[in-house]
């Protein structure tokens, strides 16, 4: 599976992004898909996920209410869009994917990854 993530700019906080990952590939594997960030000068941090039905998500509490993931299957994309973007929010953000049923928080339990997407929130 290969992915390609896009959507990444510079915003003002209190902005809106929306950044997708196409698929490519082995795509007819169902999987886990996940975003993933890391701001300058730290490690990479889980951000959201999304099972392949679209039913279940999981968000990291920072951006609960404020992003949501979302995936179109036909199109083999995976969505994040992220309103009330605040300077903290500031990273390259990275796609991924896992190739299993149940999702998972840890980075290392991804088996593809995207190049990232850098998202700059200005104050």
């Known amino acids: 599976v290969q992915l390609q993530a896009s959507g990444g700019g510079l915003v003002q906080a209190g902005g809106s992004l929306r950044l997708s990952c196409a698929a490519s590939g082995r795509t007819a594997r169902r999987y886990i898909a996940g975003w993933f960030r890391q701001p300058p000068g730290k490690e990479r941090e889980f951000v959201a996920a999304?099972?392949?039905?679209?039913?279940?998500?999981d968000y990291l509490d920072s951006v609960k209410g404020r992003f949501t993931i979302s995936r179109d299957n036909a199109e083999n994309t995976v969505y994040l869009q992220m309103n009330s973007l605040k300077p903290e929010d500031t990273a390259v953000y990275y796609c991924a994917a896992r190739i299993a049923a149940l999702s998972n928080r840890n980075p290392t339990a991804f088996d593809y990854w995207g190049q990232g997407t850098e998202v700059t929130v200005s104050s």
């Open positions: 999304i099972n392949w039905s679209g039913e279940t998500t």
